[in-house]
């Protein structure tokens, strides 16, 4: 195995991978996902190199054809001679391998046509994915690649994360009131720059368009009385596709390019990424005290007489620096 | 309004709940719910008071019947002359508010029986579900409530918690595939000390049985192979009930108390209390710890050329106490 790409260093793989060898954005991708030492050179090194991508997040609940729609669209732009890439966050469960796997063999026509797929299961990492995915991204940004397609599985606190750190989100729904409300629910309405409604040729999709529209009123109204609203370049477009028949596609890629020229032509495009840099800083932090808390609980006795409030402040005046700022 | 019991003290306020004044229980644990100074001081007065209670988790995926399930408990309960209190841990959206409505009102007859019924929303308090719940639960252990019955709705990481951090963790199932998959799926299996197939009445409830027995059986053997097992008191009993009908509950009740009684011979009920005890530590001290890392970071600067890494390691640095035992 002597001489494989396997050892070589991160700078090496990289200029590799901005030459165009898929093989080397794989094993970079991969030193990203294991994290330590490597992972944080291949951060080091990429970080300068980011800013041409846009980054575009597709959610929605298990079901509603998220992986076909994203197959169909780089499909599309890998026509019209763009490199787009796609992350997919999938739950891995052993006993849904097949059903991942079904998704993952839809959007082989994709990888056919040189578009460059990469997954990544949520188990195992434990939070540990607001680490992985900016990381993953940053390469693939890096790579030349753009679009970069994050594709996000379920409706989880991961997934609302996930969206608000792309420049442009995109929630899917389908025909049938539940979507809509559990896209509500989860909080993706709030992060949604663009709707879709995918299978639109089933029965009820203009009632779904007509939810979503009754619920970005309602947003409206929560959000003029809240003073917020300062983000909101404009209201979400609602683009209706069946991307099984590759209907609406164009539609919606359409979409989507003419809401990241909206954003560059403001301080939008800035203030997102803006927010993407101080999110993942966030998450790096708090993953590194949590794993601090942890070092000292071992010290905690449930039998002396301390309440739980008491023995955490107590340990929290250990822990935080007295000098720390307030 | 002046003398009314919201200007009541809590030392006041719990000698009226200990004494079975519902409305002081009540306002307890609204305080309880709203956070600061009165619950610090409620928390302190109540720890001392704990112990008594068995604590029941009760979980699984929107659907399965759940709240009829808790309902037709909690009523058995008080016709045997106990006092249960049930903790009913909510999404809170104002357009699911109607289905949440009928699971409340299907809890009414309870409710008659002098239950005593609590519901907490999830929405809103952003991961204080960790912080709030325990101290609610206490509570109602202090006021002499035995069983609390703690239902939570969803097999998100809140349910996995919760369940986790009761003495008894009886996981929801319904027939169909789907239930058994999804409870997997979110680490419920891992923590289920009970598993109910509810609506049992209805075709394929054999086979949510023997799903779960497969499931059960391949955790063991990775169990195992893993060194684990050691809290294992016994392989989790699998009841069938159909809520509706009332049928099965009786054995749910027996096959709850059994599992009571078999921690308390042993070792297994003051270990679980200690790992509650230590789960809410680390919930709080983590809570200070994220609080005071957004202190911090508004001194992050996207464009100061610093990678995300190392922008969060420069805070780290500040911000931890160079004393912190590693």
Redesign the interface.
């Known amino acids: 195995m002597a001489g494989t790409g396997e050892e070589r260093k991160p700078a090496e793989l990289l200029a590799a991978a901005r030459g165009g060898q898929r093989r080397a954005v794989a094993r970079l991708l991969t030193l990203v996902e294991r994290g330590g030492g490597a992972a944080?050179a291949i951060?080091?090194a990429t970080?300068?190199l980011t800013g041409a991508a846009h980054i575009v997040g597709i959610t929605g609940a298990p079901g509603t054809g998220k992986s076909t729609l994203t197959g169909a669209l780089t499909t599309l732009l890998a026509a019209e001679g763009r490199r787009p890439a796609v992350v997919a966050v999938d739950?891995s469960?052993p006993?849904?391998g097949g059903a991942i796997l079904g998704d993952r063999v839809r959007m082989e026509a994709a990888t056919g046509a040189g578009v460059f797929i990469r997954s990544m299961a949520t188990?195992g990492h434990a939070g540990g994915l607001a680490l992985a995915v900016?990381g993953v991204v940053r390469v693939l940004d890096a790579c030349g690649f753009d679009p970069v397609l994050v594709e996000t599985v379920g409706v989880?606190?991961i997934e609302v994360d996930v969206a608000a750190a792309a420049d442009t989100a995109v929630v899917v729904v389908t025909p049938g009131w539940g979507d809509a409300?559990q896209a509500?629910?989860a909080g993706l309405l709030e992060v949604a720059d663009l709707f879709v409604v995918n299978k639109a040729d089933r029965p009820g999709a203009s009632d779904a368009r007509r939810d979503l529209d009754l619920?970005l009123d309602l947003s409206e109204v929560s959000g003029a009385a809240a003073g917020t609203g300062a983000d909101a370049e404009s209201r979400p477009a609602i683009i209706e596709t069946t991307a099984t028949e590759g209907e609406g596609v164009q539609d919606l890629l359409r979409a989507v390019d003419a809401h990241h020229r909206a954003l560059k032509a403001g301080p939008g495009l800035q203030a997102r990424?803006?927010r993407r840099?101080?999110a993942?800083?966030?998450a790096?932090?708090?993953h590194?005290?949590?794993q601090?808390?942890?070092?000292?609980?071992v010290d905690?006795d449930?039998r002396s007489?301390a309440?739980?409030?008491?023995?955490?402040?107590h340990?929290?005046d250990?822990?935080?620096?007295?000098d720390?700022?307030?």
Request: proline share 9%; net charge neutral; aromatic share 4%.
């Open positions: 944080e951060a080091a970080h300068p739950p469960s006993l849904t188990r900016p989880g606190q409300i509500n629910k619920m990424r803006d840099f101080v993942e800083v966030r790096r932090l708090e590194v005290l949590i601090a808390a942890d070092d000292v609980l905690v449930s007489g309440t739980p409030v008491e023995a955490a402040r340990l929290a250990r822990f935080l620096d007295t720390t700022p307030r």
